[in-house]
């Protein structure tokens, strides 16, 4: 019966230590007043176009049919961005994506200037 209340006292000490470090963890007061929803819609883009992220988001481009191309996704502090993410191929499934942080500059850059590629470019907001 000892050995009983001994656990019982050491698994209610247990709990007053978790429920201290729960309490710790509550939402700071700017976290709480951050609405539900993500930074905003998402956009679609354009190929060969220097974008700036305003928030942090997320950035996908695929081919979807039509003229072969080669898509570099690049990201950077400098503009243009030269940091090379990721690679789209036309042809086949391909898709390449990124997370761009506020204030970084992003490009979905083709080889091929030809118009009407079609690639889908779009950016979705995380925060």
């Known amino acids: 019966m000892d050995a009983l209340h001994h656990r019982i006292g050491e698994l209610e000490r247990q709990v007053a230590a978790l429920a201290a470090q729960v309490r710790g963890n509550r939402p700071l007061p700017a976290d709480a007043a951050r609405p539900e929803s993500s930074g905003g819609p998402r956009t679609d883009h354009r190929l060969d176009t220097v974008y700036r992220a305003e928030v942090h988001g997320y950035v996908a481009v695929y081919f979807v049919t039509g003229r072969v191309a080669r898509v570099r996704l690049l990201v950077g502090t400098d503009y243009p961005p030269t940091r090379l993410v990721?690679?789209?191929?036309g042809s086949g499934d391909s898709?390449?994506?990124?997370?761009?942080?506020?204030?970084?500059y992003w490009l979905a850059e083709s080889n091929n200037k030809r118009p009407n590629l079609r690639f889908n470019v779009h950016f979705t907001p995380l925060f």
């Not at 990721?86 to 191929?89: A, D, I, L, T």
């Not at 898709?95 to 970084?104: F, K, L």
């Open 86 to 89: 990721g690679m789209v191929h």
């Open 95 to 104: 898709y390449a994506g990124t997370v761009v942080r506020p204030g970084e």
